[in-house]
């Protein structure tokens, strides 16, 4: 059996509450296609990463982001790739460009979540395509969205003892765009070490692949989406998509 890539001997975390345990990680076609405490064959293999005292769990999903607009005008949403979230739900807090235009988009975004009303006009009145929510979902299908929107997620390599160090390391950022304001923010780039959508690396020493934001990576999913149990190795399950 041949993969797209390995993920050698980092600790695990199924995301089902077991125990953690040191195994090697399969990735074919978009898929996790084995896990396994033994060796895989990398013969052919274009890329093994070795996960030796790293972590190993499936991607974050953010339920509250409000990417409403930036979804539109920065699709590949590298900012929550570079902290390791590779699914995230729009639409928080019932508020939505669904059914409405750049103005009343404007005004509910800049009166409720305080993003500047003529940025939320110019990004709607720009993109907007959609006349109802279907419209709406092929829309942001056809944008080159960088991770996943709407439901689960694929896998995330992190090294604890960094994200021990960077817990309290925060630094002053300027945000030149809204007026200068200061904000904190902690820089963890060397936390999260590859991030995988879909099976694809979308993030990888610390900076996005080369791919996201000039192709579509991640993908709209719809309510009804269920990923099937795959068996991958004996008396061991995953759930893929």
């Known amino acids: 059996m041949t993969y797209d890539t390995i993920i050698r001997d980092g600790r695990w975390f199924d995301g089902t509450g077991a125990p953690s345990s040191v195994r090697n990680i399969g990735i074919r076609d978009g898929d996790v296609v084995a896990i396994s405490p033994d060796d895989l064959d990398d013969k052919d293999c274009p890329r093994v990463i070795d996960a030796t005292g790293k972590w ?59 993003i500047p009303r003529e940025h939320v006009i110019g990004a709607v009145d720009e993109h907007k395509t959609w006349t109802n929510a279907e419209e709406y979902i092929q829309a942001l299908e056809a944008r080159p969205l960088g991770l996943r929107i709407g439901d689960r997620a694929d896998l995330v ?62 993908r709209f999913l719809r309510a009804a989406h269920k990923a099937p149990a795959v068996p991958v190795s004996e008396g061991e399950f995953v759930s893929v998509s």
């Open 56 to 114: 190993v769990l499936p991607g974050m999903l953010d339920i509250h982001t409000h990417y409403d607009i930036e979804v539109l005008n920065g699709p590949a949403l590298t900012e929550s790739l570079r902290h390791g979230v590779t699914t995230v739900m729009l639409a928080s807090c019932s508020l939505s460009t669904v059914h409405v235009d750049g103005v009343d988009a404007g005004d509910i975004f800049g009166r409720v979540e305080a």
């Open 157 to 218: 390599v992190i090294d604890p003892e960094r994200l021990d160090a960077t817990l309290d390391d925060y630094a002053e950022d300027r945000v030149e765009q809204y007026g200068g304001l200061s904000r904190m923010v902690n820089r963890n780039d060397a936390t999260v070490n590859a991030v995988f959508v879909g099976g694809r690396p979308v993030f990888l020493d610390g900076k996005p692949t080369d791919v996201v934001g000039k192709q579509r990576t991640g």
